[in-house]
């Protein structure tokens, strides 16, 4: 019997998305993950750092948090 895993899409513009591409190399040294697991684990490892919980979410363009952005 499988499980019923729900799956949802996001939309990239083509320069995020090729940037993961990039990504999906080097986030795991010595494995290419696919563009899903990639995100996955990118996610993950944001969530689960320490100066990720305490300023939020970065805005890797400016180097500002969500919460200097919106001040």
């Given at each position: 019997?499988?499980?019923?895993?729900?799956?949802?899409?996001?939309?990239?513009?083509?320069?995020?998305?090729?940037?993961?591409?990039?990504?999906?190399q080097v986030v795991v040294p010595g494995v290419t993950?696919?563009?899903?697991?990639?995100?996955?684990?990118?996610?993950?490892?944001?969530?689960?750092?320490e100066e990720g919980a305490k300023e939020g979410a970065?805005?890797?363009?400016?180097?500002?948090?969500?919460?200097?952005?919106?001040?």
């Open positions: 019997m499988s499980k019923n895993i729900k799956y949802s899409t996001i939309s990239l513009r083509n320069e995020t998305y090729s940037k993961l591409g990039e990504l999906s993950l696919s563009l899903p697991r990639t995100v996955e684990k990118l996610i993950h490892l944001v969530s689960n750092s970065i805005n890797y363009e400016t180097k500002t948090t969500q919460k200097e952005a919106s001040k």
